[in-house]
């Protein structure tokens, strides 16, 4: 006999349900590199100051603008007088011998005026993508941060879950100890209570690990799910730590914000510069062209002038702006002292919260990290084998817990600490 057919409806099931793992989205992982250049790439703060920037670029077309030529166009020979004509008597002809006559006027800059300006505009220009270099080092720090919360959270959950699925494992053997009658019914029931300690340690962890997805992917002005978002990348420390004064010459050099009080110096000297030149006097030159006889040349009708005007100088000598501009450089000289003294603390300081997470890990990876687990795998088989008590291996347990986490925690401190060491020499000597 044949069977029947299934229905269309029953194979578009079929066909949907094999497809499933194809139609959910996947999951995706990024590593930090691809997480910075997503930040850089799509955080507003960082772009709207990005475009500071380019408002300071367009300031130096202003700066280097000539001055505007003007133009005039008056009226001469306007009579005054009434005109007498023989037969017509006496009247007025205030416009007969009227003439117009148009000008042109220039002020000319002296003592380099437009090139001092340009010059403190290009200097202004260099300081502002300076500062801009500066707020992303702050803001890459912050995103630096949090991607480390993220990875350390996700390397307590995976160590929750095999914490749970080891005792999971001595829950099962104990229960075969109490069926075969060498423990009692209560010891078991305090090791499966004990469980409730390990399904809670990982459902915070969980949380914790959507948290640190959530305020991550505000940094990345991303809307994209927590299901679908990860990261991943190393979650150790490394123990080859350079010596200070190395990562103080980088800092000197590489500190954006160390670089623009140096450049503000230079811009200030400059400005100082400017201000003596606008104490200078700016000539109007100035010519005209007219149709009007002379009087000497009656044949001479058309007439062109020229003419210099020179303020004096006398009173406004732009005295009050020389000052200010000359005390604004030593200003700017004692603020940069200021700067160098904070990027040599700045370095000090972090330097010394990374020398200090290095000494705490290395006893740990060299040393009690396996002692934590013999003392547990020794207690535990000696507790199945009758020869520790319940209070033994539940403190083994815990111990072990303990300095596992306690571990984890070194590390995520370590690499905060190595984050802001980069964040004060201002680039990534430490990955």
């Known amino acids: 006999m044949m069977r029947p057919l299934p229905s269309p409806y029953v194979l578009a099931a079929a066909v949907l349900f094999a497809m499933t793992p194809f139609l959910l989205p996947a999951q995706s992982s990024f590593s930090w590199d691809q997480i910075k250049a997503k930040f ?55 416009l ?46 912050d995103l630096r941060s949090q991607f480390v919360l993220t990875i350390q959270a996700k390397a307590v959950l995976g160590t929750a879950k095999e914490d749970l699925a080891y005792y999971d494992h001595i829950i099962q053997i104990c229960r075969d100890r109490f069926n075969a009658g060498d423990i009692a019914q209560v010891d078991l029931d305090r090791i499966e209570l004990l469980r409730v300690q390990y399904e809670s340690e990982i459902q915070t962890a969980i949380v914790n690990l959507r948290t640190a997805k959530i305020q991550l992917l505000q940094l990345l002005n991303d809307r994209t799910p927590v299901e679908q978002f990860d990261v991943t990348g190393p979650f150790d420390f490394a123990d080859n730590l350079k010596p200070l004064e190395e990562f103080r010459q980088t800092a000197l050099d590489a500190r954006p914000d160390l670089r623009a009080a140096l450049e503000s110096i230079q811009q200030a000297q400059t400005n100082h510069k400017l201000a003596i030149a606008n104490g200078s006097a700016d000539p109007t030159f100035a010519a005209w062209y007219s149709y009007n006889p002379a009087f000497n040349n009656p044949y001479g009708r058309y007439t062109i002038g020229a003419s210099v005007n020179v303020p004096l100088r006398i009173f406004d000598r732009n005295q009050g702006e020389k000052q200010r501009t000359l005390i604004d450089i030593d200003r700017n000289k004692q603020l940069t002292e200021a700067s160098r003294a904070a990027v040599f603390s700045d370095v000090d300081s972090a330097y010394a919260q990374v020398e200090s997470s290095i000494a705490l890990l290395k006893p740990y990876k060299a040393k009690y990290n396996d002692q934590a687990k013999r003392v547990r795998n020794t207690v535990t088989y000696s507790y199945q084998h009758g020869g520790a008590s319940l209070m033994d291996f539940l403190n083994a347990q815990s111990e072990y817990r303990t300095v596992q986490l306690a571990y984890l925690q070194l590390i995520g401190t370590y690499l905060t600490a190595a984050g802001q060491l980069n964040l004060a020499v201002g680039r990534e000597v430490i990955q």
């Open 40 to 94: 850089e790439a799509a955080n507003p703060e960082l772009k709207a100051d990005a475009l500071n920037v380019d408002e300071m670029k367009a300031a130096q077309i202003t700066a280097f603008l000539r001055p505007n030529p003007g133009i005039g166009l008056s009226s001469d020979g306007l009579q005054i007088a009434p005109h007498t004509t023989p037969g017509l008597g006496t009247h007025w002809l205030p």
């Open 96 to 141: 007969t011998g009227n003439q117009l006559v148009p000008s042109i006027n220039y002020l000319h800059e002296r003592e380099h005026k437009r090139d001092i300006r340009l010059q403190s505009a290009k200097e202004g220009t260099q300081i502002a993508g300076l500062q801009h270099e500066d707020l992303e080092r702050n803001l890459l720090f």
